[in-house]
């Protein structure tokens, strides 16, 4: 596992500004975050769009993604994800749910986008989904990108048994609420487990301070907050005391 955790701003610093937009995701990194999240669909020329609903109401306008062009969608302020490589290089971690209707058509389209803004880009993206048989497919279509399985606890035998066939299918990391890997609250050790099968552990909405270093103090590789600041204190804490642990 690495050694330290990736800060994913979730929608960008979307507690300081609209979500998902480029000012949200500069403002995120500015402050601190080394890693972005977002989420993707396809525009109508097969772009990918980085919005989390495939109808929008902009200006109370109903716009479609999936029927519209990306060109406008950007002037609507709904970025692509070329736009933000453009506007913020690759130099962090990219968390893209695939929520588009067709999430092998949206992990084409952001890959695509990768590939162009140059390899690091693509070393750091890790597209995300639910359902395992989405994960397979991408899998055999682009044997190289880092995939991350969303998922909850009902969904599960048992995060030993799960990591393990996450493991099997080539998964990188599993992707839990924060609550679910917490300890205290569902017992043992899953984040262990997780480790054990070789996974990374992510836990998104740890929009605190002590929620983010409580999870940090207990393992986790990734954490979500809308407010990277949160994430970037809670980091702070854990390797101040980690250096007085080591002093």
Known sequence: MTDRAILFAHRGASALAPENSLTAFRLALELGATGLESDVHVSRDGVAILVHDPVEIIAGRRVVVGDTEAAELERLERPSLRSLYRMAGNAFALSLDLNDADPLAAATAVIQA????????????????GRLRVLEAIRRRHPDVGLVHSTAPRYMTGMAAHAQ??????????????????????GGDAIAAAHEAGLRAF???????????????????????????VLVEAARRRASSAALEGS
């Open 165 to 186: 066939r996450l493991a099997d299918l080539d998964v990188v990391a599993v992707n839990l609420r924060w609550s679910d890997w917490d300890a205290d609250r569902v």
């Open 114 to 129: 990768a590939e162009e803004s140059g390899p690091d880009a693509l070393g750091g993206l890790l597209l995300c989904h």
């Open 203 to 229: 836990a998104w909405d740890t929009q605190t301070v002590e929620l983010a270093a409580r999870m940090l103090d207990q393992g986790v590789d990734g954490i979500y907050a809308d407010d990277p600041s």
